[in-house]
């Protein structure tokens, strides 16, 4: 049910490198439809903190916080296109 995350899942890990962040990152992403998954990323090891999936498992486009031991926090959309972009902190999304 988790395969379709791997586009997005490699969106994320462009935006871990652009924006340096430091290990351990804390990564939530979550689906339109209710579907929510959180991770933390280590070094050498991760674990899965949530899960929780809609009978039609995660559909774009995913809104996607990381922070990294730093505090720094950075937030984007995916979109079903493989496109990405940023999204304001007062909840309103910019075009994805």
Request: proline share 6%; charged share 20%.
């Amino acid at each position: 049910m988790l395969d379709n995350l791997q586009h997005p899942l490699r969106d994320v890990a462009k935006a871990c490198i652009e924006h340096n962040l430091l290990m351990p990152i804390i990564l939530c992403m979550a689906s339109p439809n209710g579907s929510l998954l959180a991770i933390r990323i280590g070094v050498e090891e991760s674990c899965v903190l949530a899960l929780h999936l809609e009978n039609e498992g995660f559909r774009g486009p995913f809104r996607v916080m990381l922070v990294d031991q730093s505090n720094t926090a950075v937030k984007l959309v995916v979109n079903g296109g493989h496109n990405r972009a940023p999204f304001a902190d007062e909840g309103q999304l910019w075009p994805a």
